[in-house]
């Protein structure tokens, strides 16, 4: 496997924001084209890009807006970039459409949204955990998407890494759905030397010129791509198409096409989900939870423990897909779930709906702008626990 | 009466290497402008030697939209209104790609108007050929920021009274290198335009009026497409270098075409070259490849 | 044209002739070809294509002169113009691209 260059690795013991770590991250992984459009408080990544990049090789533009800037990543994978683009809420809905048109499209791209309170304008300097469900469904259509949350500086830093790693792998918008705490946050971040960092190639075509099928699949049903200029001239559409990449409005075609999509990462979930897991076996609690809520959630977890509650954590560092499988495995084992998040709902619904009735699922929200009390969670521990 | 199901000619047609005939016949209505176009910078393609391999072709949406699907080229065809930021994206990527907009005026114009305008700013160098119906033909025919008051259209069925946009009035604002504007009727000289446009370095837009017969034109009683081209035909007139403050096109008025501006300006990269390179020296990435300072002063000038 | 006298290489120019080709199962009766013929080579035939369009026919072919304006005013790339076989000598641009597409 091929590993980073060592003119864009920023080696070494760093201390920095976890917007900064991204940005690092981004570098470390070969990003070389990032457009992106101010928005707090994501703005950090692009500026650091900005300031970076013009020494190591790549460009940044910041467009005219946020539509534009999802956009122009596109387009830029397809020249052969490798592209990310930074956001938060508000700019994140602006970017659904085309974001439906890179997965449908199966364009590798990275999209990073610190999320800050909502909904609409909201709280722009200060927390939240509520765009979890539209990263899942955001535009428009059936297409399936990976989602990474991480917990810390150091994680954004890893976890931006393995976002263009999956992007690579699976041939889909992956997003890094960082939080304007973790964002804020400055902490120290080892970054590894360059021939420690692997690289998932991009998956390109040997086809001859004029024998490329932009759409034709293996086994594995991902396709193999070839950017503008070399010599492949194929046609690609956000029209439902066959693997020439033509535009067919057909019934057959279109199922083809979706359930493809689908599938490429719904039978790879088992592989893509990675979580973290601490005392879960055995555990009468299971706490499930993701990005800065996390740590907070270890003070809670630290002092039901102390009260004698078999409390078990699941940190999630992907979104989605949803970790279904191990839900469904824990479901029938524990007694109850608690879901501390920094929203009014949106993990905790798919806790629910794969426990599927076996366990009560406890929501303990929090509506942004700060993170919880831990005692807050504990609490909700304790209770699920009678 | 004949029912003929060969084709006269065993022959293909000469542009067949440029264009996608397997998809043939393309779904233009008949007397629809857009085919002439197509064929017209198929034949620019030609005529500025433009090395196949090394051109994109971006659509939006729209009947135009569909000019990408038919050109045997690297061809994207994106979402409504924004060709021009994935075309940007793609020339951004890989500068060595001569990257074209091919696209309508109301894709280009209204939802894509952002993009139209900052690109046209930034001087970026992609070619925008927008081809102007009035109107928004491949929904059915609704009013189009060019539409001219009072045309009937779908959502103006009492008559458009909105004012429209002059393009070249706004692209010239906005700062492009190469503005022409030309109807489907005048074939060589858009070809000709086109020609200049592929060749020419910076934003470069090229406006050609083509008839909507099935929309615009029977929407308001104006025949079919040839009769649009012999109102085309009776009321245009060339000015090169006209005032484009003052070449709006009334409701079958005069049309005002020619080539009305051709000057220079330094691309995006070149300015981010420039720029980069005078605060970082040779650290800039790119330094290398820049030409000596004596040229960049000579290119100043 | 009238000139004020004849022009001394009168006797060499000569006036080139035209084949017209079709792709008859492209063309949707448009009539842009037959309007703008500048030598009223085409008409509208009677037939119909398996579309059932009108297509155009040569009806004057020793007046064609391969200017090539109905290949390139045809939206549907239905018609082109190719010299006409008995002009022998160098080949046009467009043979030349034949052999590169």
Redesign the interface.
């Known amino acids: 496997m091929p590993t980073a260059e060592a003119t864009r690795v920023l080696s070494g013991r760093q201390y920095l924001d976890g917007d900064h770590a991204c940005t690092e991250g981004a570098l470390s992984a070969g990003c070389n084209f990032v457009a992106g459009y101010p928005i707090t408080p994501s703005t950090e990544v692009v500026e650091r890009f900005a300031a970076r990049i013009p020494t190591i090789g790549g460009t940044f533009i910041q467009m005219e807006d946020e539509i534009a800037s999802i956009t122009a990543v596109l387009g830029a994978t397809w020249g052969g970039a490798k592209s990310m683009t930074v956001t938060s809420g508000p700019g994140f809905s602006l970017m659904m459409e085309n974001i439906g048109l890179g997965a449908m499209l199966e364009t590798p791209c990275v999209i990073v949204n610190v999320q800050r309170g909502g909904p609409s304008t909201g709280l722009p300097t200060m927390v939240g955990q509520a765009d979890v469900m539209q990263a899942r469904w955001g535009s428009h259509g059936d297409y399936e998407i990976i989602a990474l949350a991480p917990q810390s500086p150091q994680e954004a830093y890893y976890l931006t890494i393995e976002a263009f790693n999956l992007a690579e792998t699976y041939r889909t918008p992956v997003m890094v759905m960082l939080d304007e705490c973790i964002g804020h946050m400055t902490e120290k971040v080892v970054i590894p030397e360059a021939d420690a960092i692997e690289l998932v190639p991009r998956r390109r075509t040997d086809a001859a010129k004029g024998e490329y099928l932009p759409y034709a699949v293996g086994e594995d049903g991902i396709p193999d791509m070839a950017h503008a200029g070399e010599g492949h001239r194929y046609h690609i559409t956000g029209l439902t198409h066959d693997e020439r990449g033509y535009p067919v409005m057909s019934v057959d075609c279109h199922d083809q096409l979706v359930r493809r999509l689908c599938d490429k990462i719904r039978n790879n979930a088992d592989d893509i989900v990675r979580l973290e897991e601490d005392g879960v076996e055995g555990c009468e609690v299971l706490v499930v939870c993701y990005g800065i809520t996390s740590r907070v959630t270890r003070a809670a977890i630290e002092g039901a423990r102390r009260e004698g509650v078999a409390v078990g954590c699941l940190r999630m560092l992907t979104l989605w897909p949803f970790c279904e499988t191990r839900i469904r495995e824990l479901a029938p084992a524990v007694k109850a779930f608690v879901v501390p998040e920094i929203n009014y709902g949106q993990v905790s619904l798919e806790v629910e709906r794969c426990a599927g009735g076996l366990a009560p699922v406890t929501l303990v929200p929090h509506m942004g702008g700060g993170v919880h009390d831990p005692a807050v969670i504990q609490a909700a521990i304790e209770e699920a626990a009678r | 009466m004949t029912i003929r199901t060969d084709t006269t000619t065993q022959l293909e047609h000469p542009l067949a290497h440029l264009l996608r005939t397997e998809r043939f016949p393309h779904i233009w209505c008949p007397t629809c402008g857009i085919g002439t176009v197509v064929k017209c910078f198929a034949e620019a393609i030609d005529r500025a030697e433009m090395d196949y391999d090394r051109m994109a072709i971006v659509s939006g949406i729209g009947c135009t939209g569909r000019v990408a699907g038919y050109m045997k080229l690297d061809s994207y065809h994106t979402t409504h209104g924004r060709a021009i930021p994935f075309a940007t994206g793609l020339k951004l990527a890989n500068r060595d790609l001569k990257v074209v907009v091919f696209s309508g005026d109301g894709d280009l114009s209204a939802i894509g108007g952002n993009h139209l305008i900052h690109a046209a700013r930034r001087n970026m160098d992609i070619m925008v050929v927008c081809v102007n119906n009035f109107i928004y033909g491949m929904t059915g025919g609704q009013v189009a920021p060019t539409t001219p008051q009072p045309a009937i259209t779908s959502t103006t069925p009492h008559g458009a009274f909105e004012p429209p946009f002059s393009l070249p009035h706004l692209l010239e604002a906005c700062g492009a290198v190469y503005i022409a504007r030309w109807t489907s009727l005048h074939v060589r000289r858009l070809t000709k335009s086109l020609t200049e446009a592929l060749l020419k370095p910076g934003f470069s837009f090229v406006e050609a009026i083509a008839p909507c017969s099935t929309l615009y034109a029977r929407r308001n009683r104006l025949g079919s497409g040839l009769d649009l081209m012999k109102y085309y035909h009776d009321s245009s007139e060339i000015e090169h270098g006209a005032d484009t403050s003052d070449i709006a096109i009334d409701y079958q008025k005069n049309i005002k075409v020619g080539t009305f501006l051709d000057v220079e300006r330094p691309t995006w990269h070149e300015l981010s070259d420039r720029q980069h390179h005078a605060t970082l020296g040779d650290r800039y990435y790119h330094a290398a490849q820049m030409p000596p300072a004596d040229k960049e002063e000579a290119s100043h000038a | 044209m009238r000139y004020w006298r004849t022009p001394l290489d009168a006797h060499q120019i000569k006036i080139p002739r035209g084949e017209i080709?079709?792709?008859?199962?492209?063309c949707?009766?448009?009539?842009?070809c037959v309007?703008?013929c500048p030598r009223g080579v085409l008409a509208m035939s009677?037939?119909?294509?398996?579309?059932g369009?009108h297509?155009p026919e040569v009806v004057t072919p020793e007046n064609c002169v391969d200017c090539d304006?109905c290949?390139?005013?045809?939206?549907?790339?239905?018609i082109?113009c190719?010299p006409a076989p008995e002009d022998e000598g160098e080949p046009t641009r467009?043979e030349v691209?034949?052999a590169?597409?």
């Open positions: 080709h079709l792709i008859i199962d492209r949707k009766g448009c009539e842009f309007e703008y009677t037939g119909f294509n398996a579309k369009y297509y304006l290949a390139m005013i045809c939206p549907d790339f239905a082109f190719l467009k691209q034949h590169d597409g």
